[in-house]
């Protein structure tokens, strides 16, 4: 069985050997959401050339979604260059699997800026921008706790979760990437997302599982 949606944020003593001079990741263990029996359902964003996207674009193909913002100083370029490099290591099967980040940052995060930042990673991964109140929105939905933190010169930097949710092609959680986890690990997951049945090298994934290989190459039911 799937864990329940809160194990997508890690207990607080993990965070706080994770996060330590990170600035990135907060632990809200028990956050309350407004269905916390439920991970994910509508939302409505914009992509970077301004068209509207909601869940209704996430349907059909299977998902990674991650949330952070742009000035992320490690936790958010880590996950995305993890992400980039099993992308890539998968080839034309990477064009199975529909792979957004979504910024919790929208005073600083526009479209332009999150354009650039996204250059760096592989072409396939789309960004998606909102007013505050519709990331806030979309947060709740997908269970992602964040919030602003002021820094001593004035600036502030983001704490959010640091979970890669895997859904399958109809809107269903079926896993996880977890902080951390390595390129070899995210790949088998990412492939047994995008071709549940069919196995990773090395065996099948676990997509819940920190210690990726299982005996069988299908998502968990």
């Not at 959680?173 to 997302?193: H, P």
């Amino acid at each position: 069985m799937a864990p329940s949606p809160l194990a997508l944020i890690a207990s607080a003593a993990l965070i706080g050997a994770v996060a330590a001079g990170t600035g990135a990741i907060v632990a809200q263990q028990g956050s309350q959401f407004s269905h916390p029996r439920k991970v994910g359902g509508p939302f409505a964003m914009a992509d970077l050339d301004g068209r509207p996207v909601s869940q209704a674009d996430l349907l059909g193909k299977p998902t990674a979604l991650f949330f952070g913002f742009t000035h992320c100083p490690e936790v958010c370029p880590t996950t995305l260059a993890t992400l980039s490099a099993a992308l890539n290591r998968m080839g034309r099967d990477a064009d199975r699997l529909n792979v957004v980040f979504v910024t919790l940052d929208p005073e600083r995060d526009t479209p332009d800026s999150l354009r650039d930042y996204l250059t760096t990673f592989d072409p396939r991964i789309r960004g998606f921008v909102g007013t505050p109140d519709q990331v806030a929105r979309m947060a709740d939905a997908y269970h992602v706790a964040y919030r602003r933190i002021p820094m001593k010169d004035g600036d502030y930097t983001m704490e959010h979760s640091a979970t890669v949710a895997l859904f399958d092609r109809n809107g269903r959680m079926v896993g996880e990437i977890g902080y951390g986890e390595d390129e070899d690990r995210a790949l088998s997951k990412l492939i047994t997302l995008a071709l549940p049945g069919q196995c990773a090298p090395g065996g099948g994934a676990d997509l819940w599982s920190a210690n990726g290989a299982t005996d069988t190459c299908g998502p968990r039911s």
